[in-house]
Nanobody
Framework: QVQLAESGGGLVQPGGSLRLSCAVS????????MGWYRQAPGKQRELVAT???????NYADSVKGRFTISRDNAEGTVYLQMNSLKPEDTAVYYC???????????????WGKGTLVTVSS
């Protein structure tokens, strides 16, 4: 069974930094796209950043220039470096991974349980 485990959330002051990590475990042969999403209180979940297995990245406009997504394919881990944090970045951050299901052509979406990031003075 595939599991995604996030870590690194917490309380930080505006302008500060945090680094989120997400490790994928279980019986997997490969991981395609990985990413981070977030959900603030009273709002829908939204995309923060994604990264393909080849390293191509995509960011929400609200985090461009402040957040950096990266991954370690050998370790099955994805990271989110968050700098210049703002109060509006406060949310639960969820890790996401698209994992093929060999020998079929299916791919499954997997989600972590989330880690809370609070930006406040």
């Amino acid at each position: 069974q595939v599991q995604l485990a996030e870590s690194g959330g917490g309380l930080v002051q505006p302008g500060g930094s945090l680094r989120l990590s997400c490790a994928v475990s279980g019986s997997i042969f490969s991981i395609k796209d990985m990413g981070w999403y977030r959900q603030a209180p009273g709002k829908q979940r939204e995309l923060v950043a994604t990264i393909t297995s080849a390293g191509s990245t995509n960011y929400a406009d609200s985090v461009k220039g402040r957040f950096t997504i990266s991954r370690d394919n050998a370790e099955g881990t994805v990271y989110l470096q968050m700098n210049s944090l703002k109060p509006e970045d406060t949310a639960v951050y969820y890790c996401h991974a698209v994992i093929p299901v060999p020998p079929t052509s299916y791919e499954m979406d997997h989600w972590g349980k989330g880690t809370l990031v609070t930006v406040s003075s």
